[in-house]
Antibody
Framework: QVQLVESGGGVVQPGKSLRLSCEAS????????MQWVRQAPGKGLEWVSV????????YYAESVTGRFIISRDNAKNTVYLQINNLRAEDTGVYFC???????????????????WGRGTTVIVSS | DIQMTQSPSSLSASVGDRVTITCRAS??????LNWYQQKPGKVPQLLIY???TLQSGVPPRFIGSGSGTEFTLTINSLESDDFGTYYC?????????FGGGTKVDLK
């Protein structure tokens, strides 16, 4: 079935780095843009980053620009999130999500995150 | 960046109530607005895309409306399974900002 499984989270000291992975199965991974969304403990959803289906374009939230790097390996059906110079405010659950393009009418397309992984937890603490 | 503002931030309701949540965008986003539901300890799930189109499997008591900068999510005849937090998200910009969420709990 269609599935996303994140890994790579853990307890990390401030200033260190971490690489999160999200492995996809059950669909044509190379055809979809992929998103990362995070959620701090007890807080709402925060959009983090997106990478186009072929890896040609990436976008980042202002709060993570310069420290986070999104990448993908379509041969391995995996999207990555490299987090550098970790800060306490990076603590939370990191979800990856598939960005699906829906068509409602001819020439009308809408994107939404239709499949989510269960998340991987990052705790930044000394 | 596009800012998304939801109101209220929380509400208490009873089974059978009609619930309305509002989401406002800081600029015109046409109909490029999605709604997600997240139950405690669970993964967010897509409810509505394109402001008013139900995702497959979502019951018709969920109704999305609006365009431009103002949107609403209405839940007709609230059921026990509907308690949780609802988020709007704009899909106009590649930087897909979320609203702050509306927590719906039992009165």
């Amino acid at each position: 079935q269609v599935q996303l499984v994140e890994s790579g989270g853990g307890v990390v000291q401030p200033g260190k780095s971490l690489r999160l992975s999200c492995e996809a199965s059950g669909f044509s991974f190379r055809s979809y843009d992929m998103q990362w969304v995070r959620q701090a403990p007890g807080k709402g959803l925060e959009w983090v980053s997106v990478i186009h289906y072929d890896g040609s374009l990436q976008y980042y939230a202002e709060s993570v620009t310069g420290r986070f790097i999104i990448s993908r390996d379509n041969a391995k059906n995996t999207v990555y999130l490299q987090i550098n110079n970790l800060r306490a405010e990076d603590t939370g659950v990191y979800f990856c999500a598939r960005d699906r393009r829906f068509q409602t009418l001819p020439n009308y397309y809408y994107n939404a995150m239709d499949v989510w992984g269960r998340g991987t937890t990052v705790i930044v603490s000394s | 960046d596009i800012q998304m503002t939801q109101s209220p931030s929380s509400l208490s309701a009873s089974v059978g109530d009609r619930v309305t949540i509002t989401c406002r965008a800081s600029q015109d986003i046409r109909k490029l607005l999605n709604w997600y539901q997240q139950k405690p300890g669970k993964v967010p799930q897509l409810l509505i895309y394109a402001a008013s189109t139900l995702q497959s499997g979502v019951p018709p008591r969920f109704i999305g409306s609006g365009s431009g900068t103002e949107f609403t999510l209405t839940i007709n005849s609230l059921e026990s399974d509907d308690f949780g937090t609802y988020y709007c998200q704009q899909a106009y910009s590649p930087l897909r900002s979320f609203g702050g969420g509306t927590k719906v709990d039992l009165k």
